[in-house]
Structures are given as C-alpha cells and as structure tokens.
C-alpha cells in the first residue's frame, strides 16, 4: 500500500486508456493524471485523442495521442506496444470501448450485426488485455486492468442481445485472466454502468426532446438521475489503484442503486 502522499499507487505509472476521446474514457484519462499517472489515450479518432492528450499534460503529467480500431487483432496489440514504447512500460489500462451497433428484436438480428457487436463489446477485450499482460509479464511488474461491462450482462437484453451477450462474456473473460494472470502480479476487474448521461445518450435525448433525469426518475430509480462519465471513472481508477490491490476477477455494479430495489415496488411505494 502507498503511503498518504500517494494513495492510489499509480504516481509515474505508465498507463493506457482504451476509448480515451470523450465520455468515460477522457474522464479516466483525466482523473489517472490528477492521481500522477503518466497516459497514452487511444481512440479511433485520433482528433479527439490528441484534445485529451493535450488536458491530460495540461495537469502535469505525460502524454500522448494514439488510435487503432481495436476489434482488429493486429491493431490491438500494435497499440499496447506503442503506448510502451512511449511510456518505457505499461503497467495500468483501462478500456472502455463497446457500444450496441444497432436495435431490434432477435427475429431481425443479422449475422453480420452479431459479430460486430461480439467484437466490439468482448473480443477486442481479449486483444487488448492480453497483449498488455504479455508485456507486463515480461517487464516483471505485473499490472492493473479494468474495463467497461454493462448491467445488460446481468439482465436479459431485449433489442440488444448480441450487446448483452457479449457484456455477460466478458465479465467471464475478466473472471479467467484474473485466475491465469493473478500469479504475475496482474489483477483485472470490471466496472458494469447502467443509466450514464455520456455525450453520445445525452444526444439521444436532446434529440428526443427528454431529459434524461427526467426519464429516470419515471423509470424509478433509486437515485433519481443518470450518472455521470466521472461517476464511472471513479471506480475504473480505484480498481487500477493499490485502494483494490485485493481485488481481481471481480465485476462493480455502479447503477444508481437500481439492482437493490425490490422489483415489484419502486420508491417510496409500500406493499400492505
């Protein structure tokens, strides 16, 4: 455990965030460097990496701009080698790249849809994680991964199967690396996000003409509101910090509180 100076551990840490332009991944990018970490933000678009990149060094710490399509095999782990190569190491990733690609029922799910989102939301997990474990077991530090799953991965997925398919598999993904990683040093969690006011849901709503709040507090959650981006960062750099140098293999719900409400009654409604 680091002393109080350093509560995270992660000061001068070589770290890489996966999907690190906007949302989720510039808010871990941003608060990685507010710990002291060192970042590589990666995005398929390299504008948007190099603005975070830009915040990031603003803070004081290194930075650099990366991008690679990470559901490509080669592209992954050409990403993981250049983020060491410009940090000298890599010891800390956090990846939250997925999405649904489109929505509708199973009748209508294309084969071709299937494995978008199959790649996007749990192979390029693979790609990624273990091209940035061989490289930590071969420095010898050992490392910190943690990713991005979806309460979908609890929950059955209407009109977004192959997402929530793919979110329930990786959550066994991180549950095996950790058991055939754990003895390098390496420890993987996951943080599974529900309702998230990310730019790209905010949109959504604009266009809608809704506020998402509003739309939650119908919804009946506990909370009230969507989350934040910040309010998912959170967790994602606690399990990359010594705060967690505990914990592996596991999965965080951070929902807002709706998985603790009993199912049948919501708010302040009282069964007699």
Known sequence: MSDASDLFGLRGKPALVVGGG?????ASALLLARAGANVAVADLDLGRARDVAAEVESIGVKATALTADVTDRAQ???LVADAAAFHGGLEVVINMVGGSSTWGPLFDLEDDTWQTDIALNLTQHLYVSRAAARRMVDQGTGGRI????SVSGFYGAPSHAAYGA???GLMDLVRTMAQEWGPHGIRINAVAPDMIATPRVKAQFDEQGVNPDTHAQADGAPLGRFGLPEEIAGPLVFLASDLAGFMTGQTLIVDGGQRAAFPHVRGTEVMS
Not at 22 to 26: A, E, H, K, S, T
């Open 146 to 149: 943690s990713v991005v799953a």
């Open 166 to 168: 793919a979110k329930a």
């Open 76 to 78: 992954a782990e050409t």
């Open 22 to 26: 906007f949302g989720i991944g510039r």
